[in-house]
Structure formats: structure tokens, C-alpha cells
């Protein structure tokens, strides 16, 4: 009891000498039921820790707040695997769209069956998170099972929406970071993440069974109307692009008149096939000016039309900055000038059977990635955690071999 009394009063002192207030903490559902009334009672700056359990209705779903007057850290107390938010296929999860920027967090969610529907015509989508305008973080949160506009079952098109886990849109600036962004769905164009206008991080995600069905494409990404986000060491997997009966684009990801920095991905089996037409790109298609700096990836067993299978560039005149990768077939026609640092080898992943694409001891990919990261964003860690670089060059693909 003593040593409670003087904590406290350590604390009040602390915050008369600082001036600094103490962080405002909201449990849910200790302190308040639903985690859209602890959003309402907080103060800028506040942590809502939400204990274990699934959430439903109308005050668990369509989350929102004004971000002009208040940022917002919201997180689970164990982890995405014990907290999740069930919209119930009936709206999003987050709503942001007034203001939210990096101090607004949101950690450690589960995020499932968001459903955004509106048989109107053209809608804002993400099916469990639309950022509008806005530049929130989202860290260590499981996406799952959320759709944006058509049911998954519909067979033309009533109308189009994006994104079928997250929409960003009209210069948005996220961080996406270390989620597991998985199954999701989408009418028009990025089964799991489309950005259009916009920036942002999309860093040390697994990003994978994700399907759009629209006729721009992007099964995993879809990078649209000049954004330029940085995508680094993601592992993007078994996606699909579909274009109903049609085969789509970018299966993996799409590049559409945008500039990303593509740099550490493992892009695997990603696909464009349908039944009656193969498609193009299947891991990665690039269509209009400008294009994106591609290093240090690894394209391998993508589906799609003989000899567009990894990588669609359909600008025979043009040069593409594509350097330090691993691509099965290698770039045929395509103009770049780092031709001589492109392998088309089998990369000796650990058990790609089981979705384990680290990389064999004696894999082809170790210390052959770029000599120098300068101009190039990184991480001090790959996908598990583990030290970048931990010989004498970065590796290629999301993982970094560990001696």
C-alpha cells in the first residue's frame, strides 16, 4: 500500500515539474462497453487497451474520430490472435477520414468481415479500413475475410470499389507494418491494399489470398493515379487478379501510372489465370509513366500469359530500373541498366511447400542483392526480425539468411 501511495505520488509531481499531463488509458470493456464510446470519452493523446475477446455491433464497427481535434492510440492488450473486431459484413472497421497522422495507432487487431456496399455506383472502399485524406499507422493487426463492393459470388459488375482491407486515397500517407493482410476481396482493383494519389509504407506485411476481380487489377497491391508508397520486404503470395471471366493484372501487384520503391519483396505464386484467359503480370505488371525502382526481389512461380508470367513492362522503347533481383525467365525485352545484375536461378527457399520462403544456406540470393542501399528505403530488420545484412551485402527477397 506504501509503496503504491508513494508511486503516485511520484507521478503528480513528475507531471506539476514537467507540466506534461499523464497519458489518458481507456479499457474496454472495463471502463466503457463499446470501443466507439472509449473513442468518444478520450482526450488527445489517449491509449485505448482493449482486452481479449471478438467485438460486434453498431458500437464496434465503422470506427471513427476527428483527427484534427485528437490523436488516438488504440491497441489490443494480447495481440491481434486474441482481439478481434467483427464487423459482421455490415460496414468498415475504421473510418478515417478527418485528420488522423502517424500519432494516430492502431495495434494488434484483428479486422474481419468488413463489407462495404453501396449499389449506387462508384464508393470509397476498404473493406476494414478506409484512409481518406489521412496518415494513420497500422502495426501488428491481422485484416481477414473483408470485402469491398461486390459479393465475392457476383458474376458482372453493379458497381466498383477498392481496396478490400485497406483504401487510401486522395494523398493518404500511411504506415502499414508487420500486419497479415489475408483473404480479402475486392470488386474493382487491390484485392488487399490500393492506393490512388497517394504514399505511405507498406513494410514487413505477409500479403497474401487476396482477389480482386475489376479491370485494373492488383490481386495483393494495386498502386493507381500517381502514388509512390514505399514497399519493402513483404512477402506477397498465392494473390489473384481476375477480371471476372477474364484474366486480370498484376496479380501480385499493379503499377498504374505510379512510382513506388519495390525493394526486399518475395513475390511467389501469385496469379492472373482464369478459365478462359490467362491476363498478364502475374507477379508484377507496369502500365504508364511514371515507373517504379525495382531491387533486391525475387519473382518466382507467378501465373499469367506465356512470357508476362513475373513481370509485364509493355514499353519496349523505355529503360526500367530494375536491378539486384532474382526473376524467373529473367526480363526478356525489357530495357534496364542493370541487365547484367538480374539472375533468373532457383532461389532455395527453406520449404516454400509449407509458406516458408526464407532462404537456404545455399541459396543463390545471399550477399547478390545491391551493394549499397543509398537511395534505396530499408530496414535494419527482414521480415522475421532478424538483422538486414547480416553478411557482407543485403540478400534478395524478404528474408535475410542467417548464418
Not at 470493456?29 to 478520450?42: F, K, L, R, S
Not at 480479402?184 to 497517394?198: E, K, Y
Not at 501510372?257 to 508484377?284: F, M, Q, R, Y
Not at 529473367?330 to 516454400?352: E, K, N, Q, R, W
Amino acid at each position: 500500500m506504501k509503496k503504491n501511495i508513494y508511486i503516485t505520488l511520484l507521478l503528480i509531481i513528475l507531471t506539476f515539474q514537467t507540466g506534461c499531463p499523464l497519458r489518458q488509458i481507456i479499457h474496454v470493456p472495463t471502463d466503457y462497453a463499446t470501443i466507439q464510446e472509449a473513442i468518444n470519452a478520450a482526450r488527445n493523446g489517449a491509449l485505448i487497451l482493449i482486452e481479449d475477446g471478438i467485438y460486434t455491433g453498431r458500437g464496434n464497427k465503422n470506427l471513427h474520430w476527428n483527427g484534427f481535434l485528437k490523436h488516438i492510440y488504440i491497441k489490443s492488450r494480447n495481440g491481434a490472435r486474441h482481439c478481434i473486431i467483427d464487423c459482421e459484413w455490415e460496414g468498415r472497421g475504421f473510418v478515417l477520414t478527418e485528420g488522423q497522422n502517424r500519432n494516430d495507432i492502431l495495434a494488434g487487431l484483428t479486422i474481419q468481415h468488413g463489407w462495404i456496399k453501396n449499389p449506387t455506383g462508384i464508393v470509397l472502399g476498404g473493406g476494414a479500413i478506409l484512409c481518406d485524406s489521412t496518415s494513420p499507422q497500422i502495426i501488428n493487426c491481422i485484416l481477414r475475410h473483408n470485402i469491398a463492393g461486390d459479393s465475392v459470388a457476383s458474376t458482372h459488375h453493379s458497381y466498383w470499389t477498392d481496396g478490400g482491407a485497406i483504401e487510401c486515397v486522395n494523398k493518404s500517407n500511411p504506415l502499414i507494418k508487420e500486419n497479415i493482410i489475408e483473404n480479402n476481396f475486392a470488386s474493382h482493383t487491390g484485392g488487399g491494399i490500393h492506393f490512388s494519389n497517394s504514399t505511405g509504407k507498406v513494410d514487413n506485411n505477409i500479403i497474401r489470398k487476396n482477389v480482386n476481380r475489376g479491370c485494373y487489377g492488383g490481386g495483393g497491391i494495386a498502386l493507381l493515379l500517381g502514388s509512390h508508397p514505399e514497399i519493402v520486404n513483404n512477402l506477397i503470395i498465392n494473390n489473384t487478379a481476375q477480371f471476372y471471366e477474364n484474366g486480370g493484372y498484376g496479380g501480385g501487384i499493379i503499377c498504374m501510372n505510379s512510382d513506388p520503391a519495390i525493394v526486399n519483396n518475395t513475390i511467389v505464386s501469385n496469379s492472373t489465370i482464369t478459365s478462359s484467359s490467362d491476363g498478364e503480370g502475374g507477379g508484377l505488371r507496369i502500365r504508364g509513366t511514371p515507373y517504379p525502382i525495382i531491387a533486391n526481389c525475387i519473382l518466382r512461380e507467378n501465373q499469367s500469359g506465356s512470357g508476362l508470367e513475373n513481370i509485364d513492362f509493355q514499353y519496349p522503347t523505355q529503360r526500367l530500373n530494375i536491378k539486384y533481383s532474382n526473376i524467373e525467365g529473367g526480363i526478356g525485352s525489357i530495357l534496364t541498366d542493370y541487365a547484367a545484375t538480374i539472375m533468373d536461378l532457383d532461389p532455395i527457399f527453406l520449404c516454400p511447400f509449407s509458406e516458408d520462403y526464407r532462404l537456404h544456406q545455399h541459396s543463390p540470393c545471399i550477399n547478390r542483392g545491391t551493394p549499397t542501399l543509398s537511395g534505396l528505403p530499408s530496414r535494419t530488420t527482414d521480415l522475421e526480425g532478424k538483422p538486414r545484412i547480416s553478411g557482407s551485402t543485403i540478400d534478395m527477397g524478404a528474408y535475410e539468411f542467417q548464418e
